[in-house]
């Protein structure tokens, strides 16, 4: 049955950007505790899973404390929980430096230190630290709830085009620095990445990878909507065709794209985000050599609790 339109909602890039660059900015201070975590390939570390509320870090631990900070979007706030107790902070009007303080002050009340830096990453034009950052905001619930909701929807297709993959995969979730949701595929090829990036870019180039995603967009918002690119980018991607109407290759930023407006106007939004995966998957085999046997079964988990394993192996396979 096809997913009814009014469930992909319109988006505006214009009416959502203010409170894109409000979240961009809040979710990156309880971020940078996830870099304390080891390391993992194309930093998986730090991903942001998307919850029935908002987004939230993973099950962090600090010493003696264990906590995890939930940016509740349909609620306009956040909650630190630990096994200690837990604070609930607004996410109102007001200064990220306002809220920096308030989130420093109800961690140090719980056992943890504050977050190990302050720098603003990854958003152009933004002050150097979060304690900088004195410009008042403006907390709109109905943009929030539209921007949880399309996150929402984006997380559904991508982890279930994600889920068959054999090789290493990280939990498809929102990266914290440049807020795109995203779901990568790895084959443990070492590359070798841009000699000129910052070291955090080169760490999240020192594999192959094939990384399909949405994103708010950016100053031109020809991106609000899903993403893909292959890392190295191999030559052969001109007039491939990308499983879903809308979805073109743009040579100049290197990425196939497939705006929301065309998204959620075809008959199933869903099953489209799966079909786009997958021809960017097949264009990774077809021009770079990707291998075609790290795809396993497409099927329900009801399934695999009633089949005999010898015919589970055929479906795998089939």
């Not at 002050?127 to 943009?143: I, L, T």
């Not at 290493?168 to 620095?177: A, D, L, S, Y």
């Not at 196939?256 to 085999?285: E, K």
């Amino acid at each position: 049955m096809s997913a009814p339109l009014h469930a992909w909602p319109v988006l505006v890039h214009e009416d959502l950007a203010p409170m894109v660059a409000y979240v961009n900015r809040l979710v990156q201070i309880a971020g940078k505790y996830t870099l304390d975590e080891p390391f993992e390939v194309g930093w998986g570390n730090i991903v942001l899973d998307v919850t029935p509320r908002g987004l939230r870090t993973p099950t962090l631990r600090q010493q003696d404390v264990t906590f995890t900070v939930h940016h509740r979007l349909l609620d306009g706030d956040v909650v630190v929980e630990t096994d200690r107790g837990s604070r609930t902070l607004p996410m109102s009007d007001g200064s990220l430096a306002s809220f920096y303080a308030s989130f420093c002050g109800a961690a140090g009340e719980l056992g943890l230190r504050r977050p190990r830096t302050s720098l603003i990453c990854e958003i152009p034009g933004a002050p150097p630290n979060f304690g900088d950052d004195q410009v008042e905001r403006h907390w709109d619930h109905r943009a929030a709830r539209l921007m949880w909701t399309a996150l929402n929807l984006a997380a559904d297709g991508l982890e279930e085009w994600q889920a068959p993959y054999l090789g290493h995969r990280p939990r498809v979730g929102v990266m914290w620095g440049g807020f795109d949701l995203s779901a990568t595929r790895y084959r443990a090829q070492p590359t070798v990445p841009p000699a000129h990036g910052p070291a955090f870019q080169q760490n999240a180039q020192t594999e192959a990878y094939v990384s399909v995603g949405f994103s708010f967009g950016g100053p031109e918002a020809q991106d609000l909507g899903m993403y893909a690119y292959i890392w190295p980018q191999p030559d052969g991607l001109e007039n491939r065709s990308w499983g879903v109407d809308g979805a073109t290759w743009h040579p100049d930023a290197g990425l196939v794209l497939l705006p929301w407006d065309a998204l959620r106007q075809t008959p199933d939004p869903h099953r489209a985000i799966v079909a786009f995966g997958d021809a960017v998957y097949d264009a990774a085999v077809a021009t770079a050599g990707w291998p075609s046997d790290l795809i396993g079964a497409r099927c329900d988990g009801w399934y695999m609790s009633r089949t005999p394993p010898a015919l589970a192996h055929a479906h795998y396979h089939h």
